[in-house]
């Protein structure tokens, strides 16, 4: 049996024997089956593409921690996007319905900027604007040097400048 074919048939027996632990543990953390699914299967994305350098023995973990750090980071976004739009309705008193519109609009298009920004970089940028996380906090949490984040955050900083237009 060729490696391709071997790659292929661990990684079956490995999805069958752990795609319903993965999923229910997801579900007990989110309480959202649709959550829980997509979540699942970026898990099992993610050890396709690592399917040579993760060993049988350490799968399961290996599988819970990824499932588990793609929480968080749904969450964060979720906890980033619940406080922007709030910042937006506390602010909306009697302005005109262009501005509201407008606001909107950038609402729209910050969301999408965030969801192109590099994981890392993104990562980095949620947790130092969202989260609050000084770059020393975010480099120990990280396990990077507090230079590495410095690097993330100013690659995320020129990203979002040039797609928002300087408005960061």
Same mark, same amino acid.
């Given at each position: ?64 921690? %990824? =499932?588990? @750090? ?8 979720? !906890?980033?996007?619940? #406080?922007?739009?709030?910042? +937006? ?48 906090? %975010? =480099?120990? @949490? ?8 410095? !690097?993330?955050?100013? #690659?995320?900083?020129?990203? +979002? ?8």
């Amino acid at each position: 049996m060729d490696a391709e074919n071997k790659g292929k048939s661990w990684y079956r027996h490995i999805f069958d024997a752990h795609y319903k632990y993965v999923l229910n543990y997801l579900f007990y953390l989110s309480g959202d089956i649709g959550l829980s699914e997509d979540l699942t299967q970026d898990a099992f994305l993610q050890l396709w593409d690592k399917r040579f350098q993760v060993k049988e023995d350490t799968v399961r973990p290996w599988l819970f921690t %990824i =499932a588990r @750090n793609s929480f968080l980071k749904s969450i964060r976004r979720q !906890k980033y996007d619940l #406080k922007f739009r709030s910042s +937006l309705i506390e602010g909306v008193g009697n302005e005109s319905p262009e501005y509201i519109m407008e606001m909107k609009e950038f609402d729209k298009k910050l969301q999408e900027s965030l969801a192109g920004l590099p994981d890392k970089c993104r990562e980095v940028f949620l947790m130092n604007r969202i989260d609050g996380f000084s770059y020393r906090e %975010i =480099a120990e @949490n990280l396990g990077v040097s507090i230079k590495a984040v410095e !690097k993330q955050m100013s #690659k995320a900083l020129a990203i +979002l400048r040039e797609k928002l237009g300087g408005k960061v």
